[in-house]
């Protein structure tokens, strides 16, 4: 099976690796920066997996049931059956859309990996209520977030109408940690702890960065 691009570079064994957008070294320092640990015996949604590199790696770290959602049918699940396949895996891939889709017949789970969603979606708490929703234990968030220089504890989301975050149109906000921590506790997620340090910027300067927070049910 023919697949035109892979967005996770995935080792297939015997050599292969797959000629990922994110290399290796990448995609293990952001599993490391998630902390997730041992995940023997629990159950793991991966959100918006693409070809499924957090899925499987969360399988290979004991989780007993993986599914990966996508809304993607093409190039992405392409990847993902190639593989599933030479990786003897039994995580599942499931395509529908995370905010418009019913997703009530999957359940709860004990781990969601929300890794570069949120700033995708026009609605962001609903989208984090969504989240809860089908939460058992934590939601591992990955997000694109700002810094406010002379204001560190400022609480508020940088808005972008016509693609300036990285020439994308589809990307949509970046929260400070205060934010994204309110945001989290309103849509039922009374713990939020933040994973990767806030870089520091001078007054009245915007930074942004790749923050990462584990948001616990209770």
Request: hydrophobic share 45%.
């Amino acid at each position: 099976m023919s697949v035109p691009l892979w967005w996770h570079s995935i080792d297939l064994g015997d050599g292969v690796v797959t000629p990922g957008h994110k290399s290796p070294e990448m995609l293990n320092a952001e599993w490391q920066q998630l902390q997730i640990g041992d995940l023997s015996g629990m159950s793991v949604l991966d959100i918006g997996a693409w070809d499924g590199w957090f899925s499987f790696r969360a399988e290979q770290a004991g989780a007993e049931r993986v599914i990966a959602l996508d809304w993607r049918d093409g190039e992405a699940r392409r990847g993902f059956d190639v593989a599933r396949a030479a990786l003897g895996s039994t995580v599942e891939y499931v395509v529908a859309d995370f905010m418009s889709n019913d997703l009530g017949s999957l359940g709860e789970f004990d781990v969601v990996l929300f890794l570069g969603v949120l700033y995708h979606l026009r609605e962001p708490i609903i989208g984090l209520e969504r989240l809860a929703r089908l939460t058992r234990r934590h939601a591992l968030i990955e997000t694109e977030a700002i810094t406010v220089g002379g204001s560190p504890g400022a609480s508020i989301c940088e808005f972008y109408p016509f693609g300036e975050l990285y020439g994308d149109t589809t990307n949509w906000w970046t929260p400070t940690e205060t934010a994204l921590v309110g945001m989290c506790n309103l849509a039922g997620f009374p713990e939020v702890n933040a994973l990767v340090p806030v870089p520091d910027a001078q007054p009245g300067e915007i930074r942004h960065y790749r923050c990462v927070a584990r948001a616990n049910r209770g």
